[in-house]
């Protein structure tokens, strides 16, 4: 038998599929740049018709398109997701996601409430799906009139829009609250170790596998009482 014969001892792994949702304003990107310091992970850039704000570079940020263009794309079934939001259109390409997750690396996508639903209705079990909750609607507010980007009348949109996609929290696996920032990464940090010792078989797992693991399972979105979100909404 010759070497590329030889069966591999182990099949390659393939990559996680990590959905980070949850409102416009709640910390999404804050969380992810710190979450993935240091990791090798794709980071999905996504499409948007919207202008580009100071300081965002087409390529890095976005890539900014037409609205035609975006129809093209999205006529081709060029997105894994595609939504609207707020009055432009925001998609995810599909091409380099599967490439990534074939290589076995994990991916991040960065994106809405009704995208992220499709994503779990396209995909399935592989989606794994991380609503960000803020820690309150009142304080969301003050994060989104901190930006200064948006004008008063798009701000309540947002907000309003906020309110619908927090009710919705259950349809997601897990919730992370981002009231501290340090906490709420090791809690990403959890879930994505104790999502990837899931691939093994548990005599593999490690000590620190183990614990991941009890950690992620207390931030499964059915521990997410009513009451809970009761605090968030302020109903
Ligand atoms: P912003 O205009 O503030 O950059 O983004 C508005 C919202 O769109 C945010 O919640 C952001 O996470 C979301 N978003 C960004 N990219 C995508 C995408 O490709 N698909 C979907 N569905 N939402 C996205």
């Avoid at 087409?58 to 997701?81: I, M, R, T, W």
Wanted: aromatic share 6%; net charge negative; glycine share 6%.
């Amino acid at each position: 038998m010759t070497v590329s014969e030889t069966p591999l001892s182990t099949p390659a792994r393939r990559g996680l599929l990590l959905v980070m949702t949850g409102a416009s304003g709640v910390g999404k990107g804050t969380l992810r740049e710190r979450w993935l310091a240091g990791q090798d992970v794709f980071f999905s850039t996504s499409w948007t018709t919207r202008e580009a704000r100071p300081g965002e570079q087409d390529g890095v940020h976005y890539v900014f398109v037409s609205p035609d263009a975006f129809e093209e794309k999205a006529q081709a079934n060029g997105f894994l997701e595609h939504a609207a939001f707020v009055g432009n259109r925001y998609g995810t390409p599909i091409e380099p996601i599967e490439a990534a997750l074939s290589r076995g690396q994990d991916v991040v996508l960065e994106i809405e409430v009704e995208g992220a639903m499709q994503v779990k209705a396209r995909v399935g079990e592989e989606a794994i799906l991380i609503f960000i909750m803020p820690p309150s609607l009142t304080e969301l507010r003050r994060r989104l009139e901190g930006r200064a980007t948006e004008t008063p009348e798009r701000i309540e949109k947002r907000l309003a829009r906020a309110r619908e996609e927090i009710r919705e929290a259950h349809e997601f696996r897990y919730v992370v609250v981002n009231d501290d920032l340090d906490r709420a990464v090791e809690e990403l940090l959890a879930i994505q170790r104790a999502e990837r010792a899931r691939q093994l078989p548990e005599p593999e797992w490690t000590e620190a596998d183990r614990e991941a693991r009890v950690r992620a399972d207390h931030l499964r979105s059915y521990t997410f009482t009513d009451a809970r979100l009761a605090q968030v909404t302020g109903e």
